[in-house]
Nanobody, 130 residues
């Protein structure tokens, strides 16, 4: 079981940058290294949208086309954290950003479908002004 807490959201002008962090508290002697982690976002009136995902070791990453080349997902398993560096932000990036985790998967696996994830954080608001 894992508990996730996002931080780093805020208000930024278009073209600016933010770095989101997802801190994990893992129980029963496990570490975050046994979990695939993904970032999703939800804008007002819209469905959850996949943003980025990273495999257990960090060796595999995958991005939504809308953020590719601007966002970078990374993880530090020793610190139980997964970060999302967001550059060249656009007003359409405005949303609540959530991190999610899923365990019991093979190394090298990652998920883009929110239904694959069991554990979710409470979200952090990102607002990009034009």
């Amino acid at each position: 079981q894992v508990q996730l807490v996002e931080s780093g959201g805020g208000l930024v002008q278009a073209g600016g940058s933010l770095r989101l962090s997802c801190a994990a508290s893992v129980v029963f002697g496990r570490t975050l290294s046994t979990y695939v982690v993904g970032w999703f976002r939800q804008a007002p009136g819209k469905e959850h949208e996949f943003v980025a995902t990273i495999s257990r070791s960090g060796g595999m990453t995958y991005y939504a086309d809308s953020v590719k080349g601007r966002f970078t997902i990374s993880r530090d398993n020793a610190k139980n954290t997964v970060d999302l560096q967001m550059n060249v932000l656009k007003p359409e990036d405005t949303a609540v950003y959530y991190c999610a985790a899923e365990g019991g998967v093979y190394s090298g696996t990652y998920f883009t479908d929110r239904r694959e994830y069991t554990y979710w954080g409470q979200g952090t608001q990102v607002t990009v002004s034009s």
